[in-house]
């Protein structure tokens, strides 16, 4: 796929049929870190704007923690985990009632999605969730999605929006990813550093931030800085959508195409949405390791991984968790959803298909990772 130039990146998004929108806390929120109704009532007022003249708009939007804990009676943010999940339900409500009211005033629906990793790895969930947005923005409803902070436990939580949001602009097969924040574009250092200079464009996001300098979140209430956002913009470039990253008030001139922000190329051709997410949603319970045959196999890109062809397994998983294949060195070759839970596996290693049969019974004999769960590194 050749690079396309900024004007047709910025082109492409403006003449997206379906876009996909994430809002920082930090883009919703007064200094003090609470909730700002004006501040949403004037990104909901762009919204509706692209919504009206057509586009399917599904938002992403942080800022549950954020609605919460004022009411609750906090002068901050809370710090701990429980006390963040348990603000975060209580403000969750309060945000999507907002939402409702200002996106009511031009007619238009709201619907709330509440999402964990652990939720959409297996592919059941995946495609109850890919259906539901599916037919909200066939009705023209806007779904509103979040990390589903009251479940989501530390180890699976996607841990922030960005990458979440580059995983449903994949899972919707968006044409646009737009990230709002609070500063109006990425910049070569962090933007408090003095000389730091805005970039444009980003043709390639995968190779080419070698002289960009990023950090974590500049304010109190944003979680993951510009080093998430890039990782959003990587997810979606490798799954072929283009991505502007702006702050908050730009967001009407960057979905028209205008020069604002910083804007990412793809820089692949659509992959298959399913295999792409297995990829990138969930981190690996454990690891299969395979010998070197079995790693020629995964490699060429074709093959499932064979009991016959695994070494070792490590690690604690299900059938259907996400888990390394490794070669005997130790390189990731690929990840994978294994057929298998991980205290099923060690029995079957070095086994071919007939002896899986014969000795284990015949629902033993099937790939440890399947060709369609498999997703080279
Ligand atoms: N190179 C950079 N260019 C722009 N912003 C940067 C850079 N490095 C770090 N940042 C910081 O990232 C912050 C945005 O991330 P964050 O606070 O997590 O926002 P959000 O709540 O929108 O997710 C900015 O306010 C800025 O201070
Ligand atoms: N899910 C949390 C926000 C998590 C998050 O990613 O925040 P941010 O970095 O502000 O986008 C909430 O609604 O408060």
Redesign the pocket.
């Known amino acids: 796929m050749s690079t396309p130039s900024q004007a047709e990146v910025r082109q492409a998004i403006a003449g997206a049929g379906t876009i996909v929108v994430?809002?920082?806390?930090?883009?919703?929120t007064q200094p003090s870190g609470h909730l700002d109704p004006d501040k949403l009532d004037a990104l909901v007022t762009a919204l509706a704007h692209v919504r009206l003249m057509g586009a399917r708009v599904v938002l992403v939007?942080?800022?549950?923690?954020?609605?919460?804990f004022g009411p609750l009676g906090f002068d901050a943010r809370p710090s701990d985990v429980a006390t963040?999940q348990a603000?975060?339900a209580v403000?969750?409500g309060l945000?999507m009632a907002r939402y409702e009211t200002a996106f009511g005033r031009f007619g238009i629906h709201v619907g709330q999605i509440l999402i964990t990793a652990e939720d959409t790895i297996r592919a059941t969930q995946y495609r109850n969730v890919e259906r539901t947005l599916e037919r909200l923005l066939d009705l023209g409803v806007i779904p509103i999605i979040?990390?589903n902070?009251s479940l989501a436990s530390n180890e699976i939580r996607?841990?922030?929006?960005?990458r979440?949001s580059a995983l449903m602009a994949n899972l919707v097969r968006a044409d646009a990813l737009v990230l709002l924040?609070d500063v109006d574009a990425l910049y070569t250092a962090p933007p408090s550093q003095p000389g730091s200079k805005r970039v444009a464009y980003v043709p390639n996001v995968v190779d080419a931030l070698g002289d960009i300098q990023v950090s974590g979140?500049g304010?109190k209430?944003?979680?993951?800085?510009m080093v998430?956002k890039l990782e959003a913009a990587r997810v979606a470039a490798v799954s072929g959508i283009p991505t502007v990253l702006t702050c908050a008030a730009n967001a009407g001139p960057a979905m028209m195409g205008d020069p604002v922000g910083t804007v990412f190329a793809p820089v692949n051709a659509r992959g298959s949405a399913r295999r792409l997410w297995i990829g990138f949603a969930a981190d690996p319970r454990g690891t299969i390791v395979v010998d070197a045959g079995a790693a020629q196999a995964i490699r060429g890109g074709r093959a499932s991984l064979l009991a016959a062809g695994a070494l070792e397994v490590h690690g604690d998983f299900s059938a259907g968790d996400p888990v390394w294949v490794d070669s005997e060195s130790g390189e990731h070759l690929a990840r994978g959803l294994a057929g298998f839970d991980s205290e099923e596996i060690p029995q079957m290693l070095g086994r071919n298909t007939a002896q899986l049969k014969r000795f284990l019974g015949p629902q033993f004999a099937h790939p440890l990772v399947h060709r369609d769960n498999l997703v080279l590194v």
């Open positions: 994430k809002v920082g806390s930090s883009s919703l939007s942080s800022g549950a923690i954020a609605a919460g963040q603000t975060a403000g969750q945000l979040n990390e902070d996607f841990g922030d929006n960005d979440l924040t979140s304010s209430v944003g979680t993951g800085g998430t």
